[in-house]
């Protein structure tokens, strides 16, 4: 009977705990958004060349909106500023789903806008296209999402967890006084070893075996050895054989998420060192999709 109270009071301090820390989840750290948002402008200025003007004063329009705006004019180019605003937004408490607006200030007019969205997609035109020199005030939305306070369906644990730990002390009580049942011995990982039952972390390609977390391939006992970015794109290629993969996520998967922007030719490089190494095998083939991007067909 200790048991099943000492077992309660633990279920209710779990309750409270988590109830706090949903609370304190939610909170909106407005002062650490608004150093990070000065920071976006910062960047900008810094890439249009411009190391002494300030950013001037963040201006919240609403809950979920806020604008940066400048001393001085300025130059952009559309795609290091959504590479900016992802690498910034990255270390606040609102990583994704916004949308970014460049407003002219004299006609009081968007020149150019981009959206990140999981749900219906990311919009991202005029990319390649550079902005001239001008009055700009960046407009940051944050979408809204309604969520269900999980923390509140936490209190139905306690019955439940209760009644478990009823039928736990009935099941023990019954075994004690029945026949001892001897205890199954899990093989160890040497007897799997020699039966064959650990398998490595791979995929097959072909005749090849791509080792994912070594970045190596195997082809009849001869081992190919494959630089970071060329694992990081079989990687991606692999996970989605016969089907396109796009330069645009090649770039991001490979360059951009480390900070490095580059451009198409690049990846068009890498894919051609990335050939040599498959040629070994003619099952295995990648294929240009022109416009798209590569598929990776075994």
């Known amino acids: 009977m200790k048991q099943y109270y000492l077992f ?6 779990m309750v409270v705990f988590a109830l706090a820390f ?3 989840e939610t909170e909106h750290p407005g002062k650490h958004l608004e150093i990070v948002l000065r920071n976006i402008g910062h960047e900008v200025l810094l890439h249009s060349k411009d190391s002494t003007s300030r950013v001037l004063p963040i201006k919240t ?4 909106t806020f604008r940066i705006s400048f001393e001085n004019s300025f130059r952009f180019e559309p795609d290091t500023l959504m590479y900016l605003v992802q690498q910034q937004l990255d270390k606040t408490d609102r990583p994704g789903d916004y949308t970014v607006s460049v407003i ?9 806008a981009f959206e990140v969205n999981s749900a219906s997609g990311n919009l991202k035109p005029c990319r390649g296209r550079e902005q001239k020199r001008g009055c700009y ?16 369906l936490l209190p139905a644990f306690i019955p439940v967890a209760l009644t478990g730990l009823y039928f736990a002390r009935r099941r023990t009580s019954s075994s004690a006084s029945g026949e001892r049942i001897e205890e199954k ?46 694992t990081k794109a079989l990687r991606l290629l692999a996970s989605n054989q016969n ?21 198409a030719r690049n990846v068009d490089v890498l894919i051609s060192k990335l050939r040599k190494k498959l040629s070994a095998d003619p099952a295995v083939k990648i294929v240009n999709v022109p416009g798209k991007g590569y598929k990776i067909i075994a």
């Open 8 to 13: 309660a009071v633990i279920s209710v301090a």
């Open 22 to 24: 949903v609370k304190n």
């Open 61 to 64: 329009v609403n809950n979920n």
């Open 104 to 112: 002219d200030c004299d006609q009081n007019q968007t020149i150019f």
């Open 137 to 152: 005030v960046i407009e940051i939305s944050f979408l809204t999402k309604k969520t269900f306070p999980y923390g509140w």
């Open 185 to 230: 011995v899990d093989e160890s990982p040497s007897s799997k070893a020699e039966s064959g039952q650990i398998i490595a972390d791979y995929k097959k390609l072909g005749n090849f075996i791509f080792f994912e977390s070594k970045g190596i391939l195997s082809l009849n006992d001869e081992t190919i050895e494959l630089s970071i970015k060329e």
């Open 243 to 263: 089907q396109v993969v796009g330069r645009d996520l090649l770039m991001k998967d490979i360059w951009e998420d480390d900070g490095v922007l580059v451009i």
